[in-house]
């Protein structure tokens, strides 16, 4: 269940890579191994027979040679006048006669010595013939009596005995042959050798028919006895691949384990000699070839893997990464940043996904974008209405002292106000904007204070400390007049002397405007801190408070009140700082 979780809640990029790979890769590894062991099995038998093929011609070779030179031995052997010269006493024959008699015998064996299958013939004769020791064709049968390869052809009782002969006696030219010998027996008493003929086979000619199928392979012939005749490698390699003993294995290799490591070894009889032919492999020059094959096999399959490779990621990122794209910009809308992604149209699903997606945040732009402009309008209805609160009651107010002037005919003071009052409603209009800077906020309060002045006959001074770059800030029309008003009425007016001084100051802190309204009034009775007229009428600090908040949003930090009964109050307004 874990797994199938864990796959759930894959990637797609990652399914569709593990996709491929179990389509495309696991098929392939299995057909690898599988293809692999038919091969190796295959090449095996076709290397098992090669190794077979090129021992049995080896053999077919030794064999026919031996078994010609053995029918050239019978050829002497069973020759009568041979047989008959041979069995002669020699102390009986007159010279001419021997030299008549031997020139037959040295005329058939040269005939037989013009096979080029061995070198040379050599007989051991009765030291008493002429011919004894003359030539190299016949030898003194002195020279080899008590020899114990002598004592083997008696042995054999007239058979063929093959074995290692060092001529020792050729003193121009001493050499080692393979040599075929046979008993020569008395004709007139077969218990009675007379001498010996012997077939001699240079050890290079049976060297040159020794072959090697695979690298490393020893190949040689041994007698009976453990004699090396002769070998296809250097004296390191038989010392190390020799085995102990004389093997006739038969038709195939068997599996045998020396000092130096395993081997596969064969050996088999030479015709019906005392030879045995004998192939050494090594089992490392066995699995060479299987591992060339296995590399040759891995080497193709990692091609083919790595073409399937260079087709998965491009394929799957060419699928994912319209996903990946479309995914990042649905999480954009989430942290409210609406974008459409600009991508080449296709008519895939993906396109079609893409393309709903595009339609969607356009008409999601749109919406946004009316119901701003809608917001606009009715933030812009709801800051005119506040105003439109404001206007009437200062006017109110204004005209309510000027009839008070009338009544009392201050013509010159009326006339003032009047003037006042225009000036002052020219600065409110500003043209239908709805907002000013503070520059322009400040003389609104300074105008004002010219109309109360004739009201309140210079017993209220107003007092302005603001600073150069506040004074190019915004605010909402008419926010300072009516702290000023409530200033005048609610501070100043409700102390005894019914005199004092206002002072507006202001000044920018950390891209924030500060302006403040301090008054030298009565202050804010404790009972009436919360519910405290000093806060207007129902038009001045809730109605301020509300367009600053429609204004500024919730940067805004509105109207703050620092007040202490009998020595006065300090309103500070607290916005950011937004430049004209």
């Known amino acids: 269940m874990k797994a199938l979780l864990l796959f759930r809640n894959l990637s797609i990029r990652k399914k569709l890579i593990l996709m491929f790979l179990v389509v495309g890769i696991i098929p392939l590894m299995i057909t690898y191994f599988v293809s692999q062991h038919e091969i190796l099995k295959y090449a095996l038998d076709r290397q098992s027979y090669a190794n077979n093929q090129t021992y049995e ?10 078994s010609h030179i053995e029918e050239i031995s019978s050829m002497i052997v069973v ?20 030299i008549s008699m031997f020139e037959d015998v040295t005329s058939y064996t040269s005939i037989l010595e013009s096979d080029s299958q061995f070198n040379n013939i050599m007989y051991f004769i009765n030291d008493g013939f002429i011919m004894a020791g003359k030539a190299s064709l016949y030898r003194p049968l002195s020279q080899v009596q008590g020899q114990k390869w002598t004592e083997t052809f008696l042995k054999a009782k007239g058979r063929s005995t093959w074995l290692i002969f060092e001529d020792k006696y050729n003193f121009l030219n001493p050499k080692k042959y393979l040599t075929l010998g046979r008993a020569l027996w008395n004709e007139n008493n077969y218990m009675e050798p007379v001498g010996f003929v012997m077939i001699n086979i240079d050890l290079g000619q049976i060297t040159e028919a020794l072959q090697a199928s695979v690298p490393g392979q020893l190949v040689y012939v041994v007698t009976a006895e453990g004699e090396i005749v002769a070998s296809s490698g250097s004296e390191e390699e038989l010392a190390k691949m020799r085995l102990p003993y004389t093997l006739n294995s038969g038709s195939s290799y068997s599996e045998f384990h020396l000092e130096s490591g395993p081997y596969l070894a064969r050996g088999n009889q030479i015709d019906s000699t005392n030879l045995f032919l004998v192939s ?148 409110v209009l500003n043209k239908g904007k709805d907002f000013v800077t503070v520059g322009d906020e400040v003389r609104l309060c300074k105008i004002y204070m010219e109309i109360q002045k004739n009201r309140y006959k210079e017993r209220i001074k107003l007092e302005v400390k603001v600073d150069d770059e506040a004074l190019s800030c915004m605010l909402p029309k008419i926010t300072l007049q009516p702290l000023v008003e409530n200033a005048i009425v609610h501070g100043i007016m409700e102390t005894e002397g019914r005199r004092g001084t206002i002072r507006i100051n202001g000044r920018l802190e950390q891209d924030r405007l500060i302006v403040s309204i301090e008054d030298d009034g009565a202050g804010i009775r404790e009972r009436e801190e919360r519910h405290s007229k000093y806060q207007g009428s129902g038009y001045g600090v809730g109605n301020i408070n509300k367009r600053l908040n429609l204004f500024f949003g919730d940067d805004s930090r509105g109207i703050q009140f620092t007040s202490q009964e009998g020595e006065g109050t300090t309103v500070m307004i607290d916005v950011p700082a937004i430049q004209s």
Request: hydrophobic share 45%; net charge positive.
């Open 280 to 427: 050494v492999i090594p089992s490392s020059a066995a699995m060479s070839i299987i591992q060339k094959i296995r590399g040759q096999m891995l080497g193709i399959y990692a091609v083919i893997g790595l073409f399937i490779f260079a087709f998965i990621f491009p394929i799957t990122r060419s699928i994912t990464r319209r996903i990946f794209l479309l995914m990042n910009k649905m999480s954009q809308v989430r942290q409210g940043r609406l974008n459409t992604l600009d991508l080449e149209p296709r008519t895939d699903e993906l396109g079609h996904l893409i393309s709903s997606y595009n339609y969607m945040i356009n008409s999601v732009q749109m919406l946004m974008e009316e119901q701003f402009r809608l917001g606009q309008e009715k933030k812009g209805a709801e800051l005119k209405a506040l105003q439109s609160q404001i206007n009437p009651h200062f006017l109110y107010n204004t005209l309510d002292m000027v009839n008070w002037m009338a009544q009392k005919e201050e013509v010159e003071n009326i006339q003032k106000v009047i003037h006042a009052l225009s000036d002052y409603y020219k600065l």
């Open 57 to 66: 011609q080896t053999l077919s070779v030794l064999t026919s040679r031996m």
């Open 79 to 98: 020759n009568k006048d041979i047989n008959s010269i041979f069995s002669m006493n020699p102390d009986h024959l007159e010279i001419w006669k021997q």
